[in-house]
């Protein structure tokens, strides 16, 4: 098993910044890729950046030149960077790793940009 704790949200002005914190804890010897997923009200949940091992990270198109995902293994801890925040950014946020194939959650971190 691994758990998943989140931390970082809140509430930002378009065009500010916010910085995401997942911590894994538990199995994380077998944790491969992590990352961030979230879920707007009505709409289902999409990714958004996914870091593997060794670095490689893959990014939403919606995102990509204004997110940034990192990952410090010695922390068993990603980072999600989020810089120029959109409404449209607005969501819960939930951190995702997959250990032996099996996909664990956090649960969720709400994000609101709103002026």
């Known amino acids: 098993q691994v758990q998943l704790a989140e931390s970082g949200g809140g509430l930002v002005q378009p065009g500010g910044s916010l910085r995401l914190s997942c911590e894994a804890s538990?199995?994380?010897?077998?944790?491969?890729?992590m990352g961030w997923s979230r879920q707007a009200p009505g709409n289902q949940r999409r990714v958004v950046a996914v870091?593997?091992?060794?670095?490689?990270?893959v990014y939403d198109d919606s995102v990509k030149g204004r997110f940034t995902l990192s990952r410090d293994n010695a922390k068993n801890t990603v980072y999600l960077e989020m810089n120029d925040l959109e409404t449209e950014d607005t969501a819960v946020y939930y951190c995702?790793?997959?250990?032996?194939?099996?996909?664990?959650w956090g649960q969720g971190t709400q994000v609101t940009v709103s002026s």
């Open positions: 538990g199995n994380i010897f077998r944790i491969d890729n």
């Open positions: 995702n790793a997959i250990a032996a194939q099996t996909i664990f």
């Open positions: 870091i593997a091992r060794d670095g490689r990270v």
